[in-house]
């Protein structure tokens, strides 16, 4: 090593950050040796404060006003640095006096944070508002407390999200809190281009905004787009033409769908355009041979034979209908004795049938029906024949009223417990 590598060369600028703003500000560096991370006094726009040096330039920055730069005014002390621990416990009591002046006042905004300049000259007040704010009777109010020169400044939800800090989606500390200097526009496009979801709450950040992050990889994404074809973009394959269905930037691979309907997932490099010639080390697929023709048939075509008939089942017969039923075999004789007992039931049941069936009015009454005979084994009836014919359902003799049916008595349907009256 030779003493030339150790030769110290002055920087053209020196690159510091206030606290709360987080922009840069250019000084030169009025030969003072700083390192990045170093203390420093500044004189600014505002009065003398201190910051973080974050840059050591060795050439000197473009500056948008073209006025030369203001020195650094020295390295600071440790005696600096624990008056700036008493200010940052001042600013704190300020903060708390603000918010009671706030709400005395009924004004609708929100502080955020309040600053001291390091020496003590000038306390500016952040705050947040949905509009306008007229507060010009709170900085009257707060420069009576404080006995200094009041600023109140009304910023953006981004930088409200930076000087209060927290976690982002990521679980990671917000970039613009830990080390975003600046703000660069984030649109809808930059989201577009990369295939996101365009569902606010997916690419959102806690400050209602789009996310800073997207910015990070957008250029990458550009330059891998230009080498794959847009959806909907017919192109060449090895197969012949195609239509591209999807393209994955990440994977470098495209989706396509052929005229049969059938889709591929191809490189990037097997899919080229229409008007350019087929790129080397593409070879066309091997097409299968054809399959020799068929013979004629000799054989005579096979018939279709009909199944058989299914004979339809038995249906049970439908209710209320009356079914034939089939004659009944004489009785033998040992039987006739049974039968000759049920007589009077079987009297009953046409009795039944008779008086249901009656004659129309203005037709002639049906001829009566011959009075049967007295059973062989049983005694005739002691009351005569006509009464015998009436219950028949034949007409009545001269004089005498016909017995009309008793309908069958019928329980009453049981009800629940009667409830009690009370």
Not at 14 to 34: E, H, K, L, Q, T
Not at 163 to 182: E, Q, T, W
Request: with cysteine; proline share 11%.
């Amino acid at each position: 090593m030779t003493e030339e590598y150790f030769e110290y060369n002055e920087p053209a600028a020196i690159g510091v950050s206030f606290r709360r703003s987080g922009r840069v500000y250019y000084f030169a560096p009025n030969d003072w040796r700083v390192r990045q991370g170093d203390q420093v006094l500044a004189e600014t726009d505002k009065g003398l404060d201190i910051g973080e040096v974050v840059f050591v330039k060795y050439e000197v920055p473009k500056t948008g006003d073209g006025r030369p730069l203001k020195p650094l005014l020295r390295l600071a002390t440790p005696e600096d640095l624990a008056r700036e621990a008493e200010l940052r416990k001042k600013e704190r009591e300020a903060r708390r006096v603000c918010e009671e002046k706030i709400t005395a006042h009924n004004l609708p905004m929100r502080l955020i944070a309040a600053d001291y300049t390091f020496d003590g000259q000038r306390l500016v007040f952040f705050f947040s508002a949905e509009g306008r704010v007229d507060f010009r009777t709170l900085v009257r109010d707060l420069a009576e407390t404080f006995h200094t020169r009041i600023e109140l400044r009304q910023v953006g939800v981004r930088d409200q999200a930076k000087m209060i800090g927290g976690l982002g989606p990521c679980g990671r500390p917000l970039c613009c809190n830990a080390f975003l200097r600046n703000f660069d526009p984030v649109g809808i496009r930059v989201a577009k281009d990369q295939g996101l979801s365009l569902n606010p709450a997916k690419i959102s950040g806690i400050c209602d905004r789009l996310m800073c992050c997207l910015k990070y990889e957008h250029q990458m994404y550009l330059d891998l787009a230009r080498n794959l074809p847009k959806a909907g973009q017919t192109v060449n394959t090895a197969r012949g033409q195609a239509v591209v269905k999807h393209a994955n930037m990440m994977y470098e691979r495209v989706q396509v769908q052929y005229a049969n309907d059938e889709t591929d997932d191809l490189k990037a490099d097997q899919v080229w355009a229409l008007d350019a010639p087929r790129p080397e080390g593409i070879e066309e697929p091997e097409r299968p041979a054809a399959p020799p023709p068929r013979e004629p048939a000799t054989e005579e075509p096979r018939t279709r034979q009909r199944p058989p008939r299914r004979e339809p089942s038995a249906r049970p017969p439908r209710r209320g209908a009356e079914t034939a039923r089939p004659a009944e075999a004489p009785a033998p004789p040992a039987a006739e004795a049974a039968a000759d007992e049920d007589a009077p039931t079987s009297r009953r049941r046409r009795r039944r049938r008779s008086s249901k069936r009656k004659p129309a009015e203005g037709a002639a009454a049906p001829p009566a029906a011959a009075a049967p005979g007295p059973s062989p084994s049983r005694p005739p009836s002691p009351q005569g024949a006509a009464p015998a014919a009436a219950a028949d359902g034949a007409a009545p003799a001269d004089g005498q009223q016909p017995r009309r049916r008793r309908r069958p008595r019928t329980r009453p349907r049981r009800k629940g417990p009667t409830p009690p009256q009370g």
